[in-house]
């Protein structure tokens, strides 16, 4: 059901590693229970980010959240074409509607993520909760 | 149904307008204004006669829901009717003809009142005292934070008291004003009783804390009872008590929000004392302190010095004036109008009404609608459309259904702990055969999302306009217009 390439964080981000390149975006579950996102806020290239600290906002129709960053490091690119486009979360969360990629600080951090085994117990886990 | 837009029903040479004859001598634009400054080519404006522009936004305003035309049960809005005498008090001449820059000695009687009303809103609020200055709430919660913040700046605590603490039931303004004020907002969990949940306050809580905002009643319309105990935690360790006055009108005369603890709070004339509001205003949001914290109240404050009522600016410790002049004075008058007019019997009766209105709606409807948090709830409270998502039904088909019995929706999708919330309040001025229409209407709604789901999908059906693409007109927006050739050309 969750790609099993990526790994997954608690606040619904996905993060798929090549070498030192974290690309962030935001799963099918979280695209879902936003609704329709009509816009996004970037963070600038270049900038700094702690782990668990916002990395991009969100607004939909429903609500405004935020996307956290996974893993530290720094923001070394991001996705343009959702300011245009922010209906691109929605339709490709995993794939044209990545939001960034963190030049990692720490690879270790991405020990406590979990893979899409336990993410998907994790989203039956909140759901149940209501 | 669409009508023309203004710009549609232009035709050249018609006009609206007729202007006495030029009595002074004619200049030449150019001759008085700096080149950069003359338009090259006259503005593209509606060209229509005085009978079209008279039905045309006639027409518009008919097409408007408002409190005087229907029931506008918006949760934490608290639209209630707001009786016509307080919109005559406000337009007696000699408060519409002031001028803000009149001596005090011409302007006594404007002073008294918004002293008079100072000291009010505090025998209100439980407070000491007060400003009039902020426009509204958001403006009163920024005021209500700067001065929290010259506070800890003056006792030497402001550069390590960088956090505000909120909790995940607040109004989205709350963090925004937080924010806005230069704080790093932490927020809260709330329990499963739906208050501030205890030990998320205190893990929370530390020297670095600036200031807890809290409504209480909150966003669920709950009262907290563990006011008392959480503005305990807060300062002991050293942090501030912010009151969200949105709620006000569920407690007015039974309990003060000075009492429970709070050190500053925010009030909306708008919403509680008797101005209409939405569509931009204006409002009024009062901020009221505690005795500690009045040496940095926004100048002037109002006082009474020797039986006459001053201008104070002598306020060295200030953060400064927050507004032009004295704030939106004309919804001081209407607020002070109203509260005169009712006593302080008559505003805790107000607050019992709505609070016996609001229960005694969602005892009618929680058979017929998940009610997530099952207790007395004050002057509002949170329904769920969890039992009508089974049949793919969403809470927005639900309020936009509700717009063809004539009501406005509830509040949506708010608060934010609540999946498909639909938030109801009623206020106290609505009889109780409006209550009982608006509960047939929510349990007719609630048997055809059973029986006929897809009629609820495309409500409204009896509206000017069916549903309308919210979706692409938030991600899309067109925002002005534009002659046909320009827009096609585009």
């Given amino acids: 059901m969750y790609p099993q390439d990526l790994k997954y964080s608690e606040k619904h981000e996905w993060v798929r590693v090549e070498g030192e390149l974290a690309t962030v975006g935001i799963t099918s579950f979280a695209q879902e229970q936003l609704g329709a996102i009509v816009g996004v806020g970037l963070p600038e290239e270049g900038a700094e980010v702690e782990q668990h600290a916002p990395l991009a906002d969100l607004d939909s129709m429903k609500t405004a959240d935020q996307v956290f960053a996974p893993v530290s490091g720094r923001v070394v ?29 720490d690879p270790s951090e991405l020990d406590g993520l979990m893979s899409a085994a336990e993410y998907e117990a994790f989203v039956a886990e909140e759901a149940s909760k209501g | 149904m669409t009508m023309p837009l203004i710009f549609e029903r232009s035709e050249a040479g018609r006009k609206a307008y007729s202007l006495p004859e030029c009595d002074v001598p004619r200049k030449d634009v150019a001759e008085l204004l700096p080149d950069w400054a003359v338009r090259k080519s006259a503005a593209a404006l509606p060209e229509v006669s005085e009978v079209d522009l008279v039905r045309h936004y006639t027409k518009l305003s008919q097409r408007n829901h408002g409190v005087d035309v229907g029931f506008y049960p918006l949760g934490s809005c608290t639209m209630k009717y707001n009786p016509k005498v307080n919109e005559d008090a406000a337009a007696l001449p000699g408060f519409t003809s002031l001028h803000p820059y009149q001596p005090e000695e011409l302007v006594q009687g404007a002073l008294e009142l918004m002293y ?58 709350n963090p925004a004003s937080a924010a806005f004020c230069g704080y790093k907002v932490v927020e809260v969990k709330s329990d499963a009783r739906g208050g501030v949940d205890l030990d998320s306050l205190r893990a929370a ?7 807890l905002m809290l409504t209480n009643p909150n966003t669920l319309g709950l ?94 410790h ?36 709505a609070v016996l209105n609001a229960n005694y709606l969602m005892r009618k409807l929680a058979p017929y609608y998940h009610l997530p948090y099952d207790r007395y709830c004050k002057h509002e409270f949170v329904l769920s459309a969890a039992y009508q998502l089974a049949a793919g039904v969403h809470t927005a088909d639900i309020a936009k259904m509700l717009l063809d019995y004539g009501f406005h929706a509830p509040t949506v999708y708010f608060p934010l702990i609540v999946k498909e919330a639909i938030m109801v309040e009623p206020t106290e001025t609505e009889s109780k055969d409006t209550l009982d229409a608006f509960v047939s209407a929510m349990i007719e709604i609630a048997q055809l999302a059973e029986k006929d789901p897809e009629a609820l999908h495309s409500a409204p059906h009896k509206m000017v306009v069916g549903r309308l693409d919210d979706v692409t007109a938030a991600r899309r927006p067109v925002l002005r217009w534009r002659p046909r050739e320009q827009a096609n050309a585009k």
Avoid at chain 1, 85 to 105: Q, R, T
Avoid at chain 2, 160 to 165: A, E, F, G, H, L
Wanted: aromatic content about 8%; charged content about 25%; overall charge negative.
């Fill in chain 2, 205 to 211: 809580m530390s020297d670095e804390v600036a200031a």
């Fill in chain 2, 116 to 173: 008079e009303l100072g000291r009010y809103l505090c025998e209100i609020g439980g407070m000491d005292e007060a400003t009039l200055q902020p426009a509204a709430g958001a403006h009163g919660e920024l005021t209500g934070l700067m001065i929290i913040k010259a506070y800890h700046e003056s006792r030497g605590d402001g550069a390590k008291r960088t956090k505000v603490i909120v909790p995940d039931s607040a109004h989205g303004t």
């Fill in chain 2, 223 to 316: 009262f907290d009872e563990n006011i008392v105990e959480i503005a305990k935690i807060v300062h002991d360790a050293g942090g501030l008590l912010y009151y969200d006055g949105a709620n006000m009108n569920a407690i007015m005369g039974i309990a003060r929000p000075g009492d429970m603890g709070f050190d500053v709070l925010h009030f909306n004339l708008h919403k509680t004392f008797s101005t209409p509001h939405g569509g931009g205003g204006p409002g009024s949001g009062p901020v009221a302190v505690k005795k500690a914290l009045a040496p940095f109240l926004p100048v002037p404050v109002v006082e009474k010095k020797d039986g006459k009522f001053v201008l104070d600016y002598d306020r060295p």
């Fill in chain 1, 77 to 105: 690119k991001v996705n343009r074409a959702l300011e245009e486009h922010p209906e691109l979360i929605n339709d490709d969360p995993y794939g044209d509607g990545w939001v960034a990629v963190i030049e990692m600080a």
């Fill in chain 2, 318 to 353: 200030s953060i400064g004036k927050v507004k032009a002049f004295y704030g939106n004075f004309n919804v001081m008058v209407k607020a002070y109008a109203y509260i005169r007019a009712l006593g302080a019997k008559g505003l805790r009766e107000a607050s019992e009404n």
